[in-house]
């Protein structure tokens, strides 16, 4: 059995949380890999394409993660590593250089080509960064080719889309020397959520802001020391640091999950941009009473329901939060891959100190837990959903939580409505 350790890179000490205990855990781990964040992220960046290097195994997943979306051609592919590559017979560069060069050839429309690493390719070390290094000076000006792991070594599926956005922010340009300040939207929302938050700032008074990832992934937002950036999901330590790397400012900020999340995280941006209360309180309060009142129809089947997360999307800790303060529901335990607790420490101030956090992952211990706890709904993955369903408990699939639209007033309801409907569900079977 392995003893819980402290994940390196997480858990940075910060004073108002030092005193909350974490239970850190380490073992097997039941989770999707990083390659998932393309099924969200081509949706996004429509001049885009992801091609994988890997095994048959990660073109199955993606294919069955995304099939189902397909409608015209793909924005992703694999480059499938045969056995005579991962063998060293033949040099997997060359074979990439002919795989990429008959790929844009054939799909003009390609402006930027990430070059996907999974597992595979981490293990035989094909050097992806030296790849995209030389068939971008080959195909620059039309197409830039980035590269970043997707690999479910070490991860869990959300550090796709961190590993991702990170690759962008060195080719982001260089905020001009008299550039007003701006606010930087970082992480990828659904195209409706994202025009909400734009239309919001625009009201008001914040005019100057730009999204990470833009649509157009050719068209980046400057960065520099004149950036502030505000977090759209929790998962995103790597950007963070990049952006730092490059001068830009966090603003501190609950996530926009919820009523009073949504309320919080505009606040704290208007409060930087020195935006006048009165003013901001005219503007927020429609929808923030749209979202109470839609909230409001899920309160009678989660209120004083016990609810416990495994760890499995990075979404948890502003989840439980929510559902706590704006639905009454007690978390049990609040389980997460890792825990930035600089990002998350807002959140972490409102979660009740009786729910149990913890960091990392080991399946065992966590079921058994669960078991112990008996909590009335469990958020958990899709591979250990269906077995606790069948020992009698209501479940919650985590990733439906990300590929849903759950930021915002507007969809506050809905991701409310998303852990009614298991308990509904639950008290229809047992009448
Ligand atoms: S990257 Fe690794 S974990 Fe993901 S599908 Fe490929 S082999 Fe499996």
């Not at 001049?47 to 048959?56: E, K, N």
């Not at 990828?188 to 730009?210: H, K, S, T, W, Y």
């Not at 089947?301 to 016990?306: H, S």
């Not at 101030?349 to 080991?362: C, K, T, V």
Request: charged share 25%.
């Amino acid at each position: 059995m392995n003893a819980p350790v402290t994940l390196p890179g997480c858990s940075q000490p910060d004073s108002a949380q030092e005193a909350r205990p974490v239970l850190r855990e380490r073992g097997q781990r039941e989770v999707f890999c990083g390659l998932t964040g393309i099924v969200w992220l081509h949706r996004k960046m429509q001049d885009a394409f992801f091609l994988v290097v890997g095994s048959r195994t990660c073109a199955h997943l993606l294919q069955s993660a995304a099939g189902v979306m397909i409608f015209a051609e793909p924005r992703f592919a694999t480059a499938i590593m045969e056995e005579r590559d991962l063998a060293g017979m033949v040099d997997a560069q060359d074979e990439l250089d002919r795989v990429v060069t008959r790929l844009l050839d054939r799909r003009p429309d390609i402006k930027t080509l990430f070059l996907v690493g999974s597992c595979p390719s981490e293990v035989i070390k094909l050097d992806l960064a030296k790849a995209a290094e030389r068939l971008g000076a080959q195909h620059m000006p039309n197409v830039r080719i980035l590269n970043y792991s997707g690999s479910g070594i070490e991860t869990t599926f959300t550090q796709g889309e961190d590993a991702c956005v990170t690759a962008l922010v060195p080719v982001m340009p260089a905020e001009s020397a008299d550039a007003p300040k701006q606010l930087l939207i970082v992480g990828a929302l659904p195209d409706i959520v994202e025009d909400q938050f734009l239309r919001l700032f625009d009201q008001l008074g914040i005019d100057n802001v730009g999204v990470l990832p833009a649509r157009d992934a050719r068209n980046l937002p400057p960065v520099g020391p004149n950036t502030c950036y505000l977090l759209a999901q929790p998962f995103l330590a790597d950007t963070a640091m990049a952006l730092e790397g490059r001068g830009a400012k966090r603003i501190d900020a609950l996530f926009p999950f919820g009523a009073e999340g949504t309320t919080g995280w505009l606040h704290a941006a208007a409060a930087e941009f020195g935006i006048d209360e009165a003013h901001f309180n005219a503007v927020v309060a429609p929808g923030r009473e749209r979202a109470k009142r839609a909230i409001g129809h899920a309160r009678g089947a989660l209120e004083g329901k016990r609810i416990s997360f495994l760890p499995d999307s990075q979404l948890e800790i502003p989840l439980a939060r929510f559902l706590a303060t704006e639905l009454g529901m007690e978390p049990v335990e609040v389980g997460t891959p890792y825990l930035h607790r600089a990002h998350c420490a807002q959140e972490l101030d409102l979660i009740p100190p009786s729910a149990r956090i913890s960091e990392g992952q080991h399946v065992d211990r966590q079921l058994d837990r669960v078991r112990a706890d008996k909590p009335d709904l469990t958020v958990c993955g899709l591979g250990l959903a269906n077995p606790l369903e069948s020992e009698g408990f209501s479940t919650k699939w985590a990733i439906e939580l990300v590929f849903s639209p759950i930021h915002g007033f507007d969809q506050a309801g809905d991701l409310a409505e998303l852990f009614a409907r298991p308990l509904r569900r639950r008290d229809v079977l047992e009448v």
